[in-house]
């Protein structure tokens, strides 16, 4: 099964330029107003995706760069996000975690009902894809809700509280 996946190669967070450069190590630089302030992300990690917003809806901007590394949890390379805050004008690291449960196959950030969420898409036990719904939870994420059941799909996010979902030979607008 092949699943393609689009990665954002920069985003801009306020006075804040983020870019994912995938041939470099370290991967990831923020520059605020034209100043490099942080570098991270080694190559050996192999980003495969960057994301900003506000996921905690603190104010403070942050972004999620999807990688493909083993943790001491899962000792095998899997799919997984790291996610790091902006705060006054440095980089800290939010949160590293293991895994979100199930294998990660792509992710969008998302408004439902006005509340910032983590949208997944991931595989299920039965090796279907399912939509996932994750809130920040104060250290990691709640799951709220899941939906779907797809043999193939990719997800998209074009408007901030609609997320597509191509799955088949069809597509299908998912509001959350």
Do not use: C
Not at 138 to 147: A, H, I, K, Q, V
Request: charged share 25%; no cysteine; proline share 5%.
């Amino acid at each position: 099964m092949m699943i393609a996946l689009l990665a954002a190669q920069s985003i801009v967070l306020g006075d804040a330029l983020v870019e994912l450069r995938t041939s470099q190590d370290p991967s990831v630089r923020v520059s605020i107003r034209g100043r490099s302030v942080w570098e991270g992300v080694p190559k050996a990690h192999q980003p495969w995706k960057l994301a900003g917003g506000d996921i905690d809806g603190n104010g403070l901007p942050d972004f999620a760069v999807g990688v493909f590394k083993s943790t001491h949890i899962y000792p095998h390379a899997h799919r997984t996000v790291f996610f790091f805050e902006l705060r006054e004008g440095k980089v800290v690291p939010k949160w590293k975690g293991s895994s979100l449960g199930r294998p990660l196959v792509d992710f969008v950030y998302a408004q439902v009902q006005g509340k910032p969420k983590l949208v997944a898409l991931q595989r299920r036990l039965d090796d279907s894809l399912g939509l996932f719904v994750w809130s920040w939870n104060r250290f990691g994420f709640r799951l709220d809700r899941e939906m779907g059941r797809w043999s193939q799909a990719t997800l998209g996010a074009t408007r901030p509280d609609f997320v597509e979902i191509r799955a088949g030979t069809g597509s299908e607008w998912a509001k959350l």
